[in-house]
């Protein structure tokens, strides 16, 4: 017999080893969830954690991404994958997806295709990049040879009002970086002396938003130009950053890049050195 026990604020100090930092550091917020298994010694043998897309949509579908997974115990995955199927359908979610490092995905396959997942190897949205990788692209070496636009700022260099309304302006266009509570997040969640802004006619135009994890990696969590100007905007943004980052963090410090919509995708595959992300296995069913 299993207990499944759902995360929240109250609970998850308790579950931070098993989960790891940078799992557990995200589920405070209000679209990740997580779901546990104990045994009956009260030990932990399972977990998941998910994030849901579209909750408050009323024009799409709303989605779950299983982000994160870990199975030592067959059965109780089993039972927690039961229990999240409850939980799924009663927030009205239409589809399920699982996208999990292939390293340690793979023994994952076969519970997650238990549970119904069609699952297959895929390549990964995230490309990870040491901070001298990214200096010494010929087209960062041709950028710093010019000098920097007064336009183009780290966000500590601008007070909070202009950056929450720049927030708003991206939500009320649909865009939401890496998850839906992008609104909601705290100026201090993002790294402020390496993630940039860009600023047109008194107004930001462009951010390019970082958040430094547990672990010390810089993973992105927004790159977007609101306007016209976003192929001089995003490369002035991104030397901006890689220069902020070489000051205060040093060459091997690691970035984590996620090609999460058409500016950062296009940005990856002409910019970056190694325009792959890592292999991934990945999977989806349907919750109706």
């Not at 017999?1 to 589920?27: A, F």
């Amino acid at each position: 017999m299993y207990q499944i026990i759902e995360l929240n604020d109250d609970n998850i100090s308790s579950y931070e080893t098993y989960l790891g930092y940078d799992v557990s550091e995200n589920l405070d917020r209000t679209y990740y969830r997580g779901l546990v298994a104990q045994n009956e010694d009260d030990v932990t043998v399972a977990a998941i954690v998910y994030v849901l897309k579209n909750l408050d949509s009323g024009s799409k579908d709303t989605l779950s991404n299983i982000v994160w997974a870990r199975c030592d115990d067959t059965e109780a995955f089993g039972a927690l994958m039961e229990k999240y199927t409850d939980c799924v359908k009663a927030l009205g979610v239409k589809t399920s997806k699982v996208t999990l490092p292939a390293k340690n995905g793979k023994e994952l396959r076969a519970p997650f295709r238990n549970a119904g997942f069609e699952m297959g190897i895929d390549e990964s949205d995230i490309v990870t990049v040491r901070v001298s990788e990214l200096s010494a692209m010929p087209f960062m070496q041709k950028l710093k040879k010019v000098k920097i636009p007064d336009s183009i700022m780290v966000l500590n260099e601008i007070t909070m009002r202009p950056f929450k309304r720049a927030l708003a302006k991206c939500v009320s266009r649909g865009i939401y970086g890496l998850c839906d509570d992008l609104e909601e997040l705290p100026v201090a969640y993002f790294e402020d002396d390496v993630s940039c802004i860009s600023v047109s006619k008194g107004e930001i135009n462009g951010l390019f938003l970082f958040h430094k994890r547990p672990s010390g990696v810089m993973a992105i969590q927004l790159l977007i130009c609101l306007d016209s100007s976003f192929k001089t905007t995003i490369p002035h943004m991104m030397r901006r950053f890689v220069t902020a980052m070489e000051e205060k963090y040093g060459p091997d410090a690691l970035v984590e890049l996620d090609r999460h919509n058409e500016q950062s995708l296009l940005l990856s595959e002409k910019l970056l050195p190694r325009g792959l992300g890592m292999p991934i296995y990945s999977g989806d069913r349907s919750e109706v």
